[in-house]
């Protein structure tokens, strides 16, 4: 009679303990992120305060995700989610006072604290991840934790225009409280090796100043070392130039190529969410036959090729269906080149240096997105459309071809650590 492995038993409850409090937490995230805007609007009118709160969500994430990652691998990082999960439930309360123009700043206020904590989780998750599933699982892994994003984003995004209208910020706050509780309870529930109370050697007293900064640059020096790492900042800084484009650019082609109005907008961006759940359920199945290298390179091509087709389709159709198609397709690849490039990078950074090789990551993204929003906001109004469009399109299918060029065929370490190793640097 065949027997299951413990190990793999204990595996699968591990990961399906973290896909679920991701899953709740992104959830109440999307939540947040659509009620907030839509509060500030109806208390104030003006679209420069509701633009505010985007830029107070996005300043952490370019100023602290360096920072992020140091703290993320000088602690415990099963701990430090629940803790951050915590703290996101606690500090959610202040937006109860908020309940009048004059205290607009609270609302500032908490989406930059709430934003900032996101910048904990996110290194803190990556860093995990090796932790919980072996090193022949992690493409698979990460395609499921895309399912899981692209979920909350679907089930986070409506239900927070609806519980809005139903109980107001009030509402919103409850609800949002409660998923980062649920959150940091699945989280506790995870059982793996602890991590040994070290300091590394390049890093010192974790409570000097001095120390913090060694142990940054010591982050930095994996990037540089590691060609696949390098490559993967390359690459995931393309995209993300790409996406600022696509950011500011998006509602301009719809309201002026497609001669749509808010409600296309909102649709065209919430299907290819289901492109890209659809697209993480195949690849957890296909995941071991494809190469991480290959996903991110054939990614971002197909990736590419697709919005070049979406851009220039008015040409021939405005027919809403046809965007609806192309655009649930984009997201297909567009799971595919994130699966593989965060596997890439897992697999070539040292357990010990996950967290701080992810929070320069999300650094460089960051600053990477915001030229591409500010680029595209300058030249919008001033150049013609779809020249713009295809520069867009042309910057994603340009990553892919430096994936491929860059990261050829090694995506996985010369030698994968083993489960013990893995565990001792989390």
């Known amino acids: 009679m065949r027997t299951q492995d413990p190990s793999t038993s204990l595996e699968r409850r591990n990961f399906g303990l973290l896909w679920l409090a991701r899953l709740i937490s992104d959830g109440g995230d999307w939540l947040l992120m659509i009620a907030l805007p839509v509060h500030v609007l109806s208390l104030t009118g003006s679209s420069l305060a509701t633009a505010a709160v985007f830029l107070a969500e996005l300043a952490p994430a370019l100023l602290l995700g360096s920072v992020a990652g140091v703290l993320a691998d000088r602690w415990d990082r099963r701990q430090a989610l629940v803790v951050v999960n915590l703290a996101q439930s606690v500090l959610l309360l202040p937006l109860l006072a908020a309940n009048s123009r004059d205290r607009l700043w609270i609302v500032l206020a908490v989406a930059v604290v709430q934003s900032s904590l996101a910048r904990l989780a996110g290194p803190a998750t990556f860093g995990l991840v090796p932790a919980v599933v072996g090193p022949g699982q992690l493409t698979r892994a990460n395609s499921l934790i895309g399912v899981s994003d692209n979920l909350a984003r679907l089930l986070g995004s409506p239900l927070g225009g609806i519980v809005f209208e139903l109980g107001r910020l009030p509402a919103v706050v409850a609800v949002d409280a409660v998923t980062f509780l649920a959150s940091a309870a699945l989280v506790a529930l995870i059982r793996i090796a602890p991590r040994p109370a070290t300091v590394e050697p390049a890093t010192g007293d974790p409570a000097t100043a001095g120390s913090f900064v060694r142990t940054w640059l010591d982050g930095l020096r994996v990037v540089a070392r590691s060609r696949q790492v390098a490559a993967v900042f390359v690459v995931g800084g393309l995209g993300q130039l790409a996406q600022g484009f696509f950011v500011v650019l998006f509602v301009l082609f719809v309201e002026r190529s497609l001669h749509g109005d808010g409600s296309a907008v909102g649709l065209l961006r919430g299907v290819q969410a289901i492109g890209a759940v659809l697209g993480g359920l195949l ?101 013609v459309l779809l020249p713009l469009l295809d520069a867009q399109a042309g910057l994603i299918a340009l990553g892919g071809v430096v994936a491929l060029a860059l990261l050829g065929t090694a995506v996985r370490a010369p030698a994968p650590p083993t489960r013990a190793t893995v565990q001792a640097a989390v």
Do not use: I, K, M
């Open 283 to 383: 690849l957890s199945v296909l995941a071991r036959r494809v190469r991480a290298s290959a996903l991110a390179g054939y990614g971002f091509l197909v990736f590419g090729l697709v919005d070049l087709t979406t851009w220039n389709a008015p040409a021939v159709s405005t027919a809403l269906g046809l965007y609806v198609a192309l655009f649930t397709a984009a997201g297909v690849p567009g799971l595919a080149a994130v699966t593989g490039l965060l596997t890439v990078a897992q697999s070539h950074t040292p357990g010990s240096h996950l967290g701080r090789v992810a929070g320069a990551f999300e650094a460089t993204a960051a600053g990477a997105q915001a030229l591409g929003v500010l680029v595209a906001g300058l030249l919008g109004d001033r150049v």
